[in-house]
């Protein structure tokens, strides 16, 4: 992962090198974000019935059914600002955010206040899972490799939920995601049968130990 405020690429930090193409690049629906990750849904009606509640428990006391009603309107005020703030939160993310799906690795530029890129090469992805929605949108998440450890309370809310000790980076509230799923698998299968690379020996090798007239690195052809 690593900070930037420049972008060659729209979501990318730098100029793709030869031979990659970008597949995908999406980022997440503010409405489902809002309604899927962030559940504003479900806190309205919480909200809502909290205010029913003590309502009916106020009338109970033999209080005015005007005034009941008044008085379980106590929480509407602090139920709208903490709604609106959510909302805000889900629109800041959709603006910020992007996913980039490449025939070699998945990007992904998260962050409001600052940028940050997480770089996921398809050989430190183990398994992928898909969660699909009723209005087909939904979320792709990764699990990486063992020895790659990402803290939770950085990705959020980019990561499978409650995978608090091995978090998932995740790409959240996609619009078509069995798309984006089927896009991501083809790219991890064609990545996974490519040929290992040939390793060729540095220029005046010699396998019996003898002197070397130029020193250089492994070469990947």
Do not use: C
């Given at each position: 992962?690593?900070?930037?405020?420049?972008?060659?690429?729209?979501?990318?930090?730098?100029?793709?090198?030869?031979?990659e193409?970008?597949?995908?690049?999406?980022?997440?629906?503010?409405?489902?974000?809002?309604?899927?990750?962030?559940?504003i849904r479900?806190?309205?009606?919480?909200?809502?019935?909290?205010?029913?509640?003590?309502?009916?428990?106020?009338?109970?006391?033999?209080?005015?059914?005007?005034?009941?009603?008044?008085?379980?309107?106590?929480?509407?005020?602090?139920?709208?600002?903490?709604?609106?703030?959510?909302?805000?939160?889900?629109?800041?993310?959709?603006?910020?955010?992007?996913?980039?799906?490449?025939?070699?690795?998945?990007?992904m530029?998260?962050?409001?206040?600052?940028?940050?890129?997480?770089?996921?090469?398809?050989?430190?992805?183990?398994?992928?899972?898909?969660?699909?929605?009723?209005?087909?949108?939904?979320?792709?998440?990764l699990?990486?490799?063992?020895?790659?450890?990402?803290?939770?309370?950085?990705?959020?809310?980019?990561?499978r939920?409650?995978?608090?000790?091995?978090?998932?980076?995740?790409?959240?509230?996609?619009?078509?995601?069995?798309?984006?799923?089927?896009?991501?698998?083809?790219?991890l299968?064609?990545?996974?049968?490519?040929?290992?690379?040939?390793?060729?020996p540095?220029?005046?090798?010699?396998p019996?130990?003898?002197?070397?007239s130029?020193?250089s690195?492994?070469?990947?052809?």
């Open positions: 992962m690593r900070e930037h405020e420049y972008e060659p690429i729209r979501g990318l930090p730098e100029v793709l090198p030869p031979g193409a970008i597949l995908w690049q999406g980022a997440p629906d503010r409405e489902v974000m809002a309604r899927r990750a962030l559940h479900t806190l309205g009606i919480y909200f809502a019935l909290l205010s029913v509640t003590r309502g009916v428990a106020t009338a109970m006391d033999g209080v005015p059914a005007a005034s009941a009603a008044i008085d379980a309107l106590w929480l509407a005020a602090p139920a709208a600002v903490t709604i609106a703030i959510l909302y805000l939160f889900a629109v800041l993310w959709a603006r910020t955010t992007v996913y980039t799906v490449t025939n070699r690795r998945l990007v530029r998260i962050g409001v206040a600052l940028s940050m890129t997480l770089n996921i090469p398809f050989n430190r992805i183990e398994a992928a899972a898909v969660k699909v929605n009723p209005d087909g949108s939904g979320d792709l998440s699990r990486l490799a063992a020895d790659n450890n990402i803290a939770y309370a950085l990705l959020w809310p980019h990561a939920p409650w995978h608090l000790s091995k978090a998932e980076p995740t790409l959240r509230a996609i619009l078509n995601v069995e798309h984006v799923a089927q896009t991501l698998a083809r790219a299968a064609a990545s996974a049968a490519m040929p290992a690379p040939a390793m060729v540095p220029r005046g090798y010699s019996t130990g003898g002197s070397v130029q020193t690195a492994a070469v990947a052809v």
